[in-house]
T-cell receptor, first 111, second 117 residues
């Protein structure tokens, strides 16, 4: 059973606008969440993370929000750039070193 | 920067062959992982290892085995390759959370696109 879900397989956004990628999880024991970015023919690259003791973490144009009561995670990219076009995976772990990944959302930023 | 190197970017093998996928990391990480990525299914964990000569089954270990004789190297073995093992295989490594006293992300190699004919 998928413990981490990304229900939107794809998303298209105009350059300069905000991209919002969503992720839901079912395991209330998850305490660490990450977002990865993946270009075709490359491995996933770590983007940003958040611990369950926080509800927001920012790194430049990227912000991750965590809503523990809703078991929901989102990644905001502002402003979106064409180079942001990639597949984004969210992942979660529970007090350990093993991660559970979502199925990914393909983001296309239109120039 | 962490460097995770997978020995082959593309590999074509035949049904029934024994296939070895190699992965090396240069950051002295304790943890190493093998995933496969398939369209619509995301990344699924095959096997992982927390230390030399240690291994744990992931979510889909059937048809696979692993070997970790040295800390920096983690090998995935397809004992008798089948067409349903055609996939993108990704290796990852991470520092142990307990040694780092904090949560640690996984760092990935560029993947091996394996085709079984």
């Amino acid at each position: 059973d998928q413990q981490v879900k990304q229900n939107s397989p794809s998303l298209s956004v105009q350059e300069g606008r905000i991209s919002i990628l969503n992720c839901d999880y079912t395991n209330s024991m998850f305490d660490y969440f990450l977002w990865y970015k993946k270009y075709p023919a490359e491995g996933p690259t770590f983007l940003i993370s958040i611990s369950s003791i926080k509800d927001k973490n920012e790194d430049g144009r990227f912000t991750v929000f965590l809503n523990k009561s809703a078991k929901h995670l989102s990644l905001h990219i502002v402003p979106s750039q064409p180079g942001d076009s990639a597949v984004y995976f969210c992942a979660a772990s529970a007090y350990g070193n093993q991660f559970y990944f979502g199925t990914g959302t393909s983001l296309t930023v239109i120039p | 920067d962490v460097k995770v190197t997978q020995s082959s970017r593309y590999l074509v093998k035949r049904t029934g062959e024994k296939v070895f996928l190699e992965c090396v990391q240069d950051m002295d990480h304790e943890n190493m992982f093998w995933y496969r990525q398939d369209p619509g299914l995301g990344l699924r964990l095959i096997y992982f290892s927390y230390d030399v000569k240690m291994k744990e089954k992931g979510d889909i270990p059937e048809g696979y085995s692993v070997s970790r004789e040295k800390k920096e190297r983690f090998s995935l073995i397809l004992e008798s390759a089948s067409t349903n093992q055609t996939s993108m295989y990704l290796c990852a490594s991470s520092q142990d959370n307990r040694k780092a006293y904090s949560n640690q992300p996984q760092h990935f190699g560029d993947g091996t696109r394996l085709s079984i004919l």
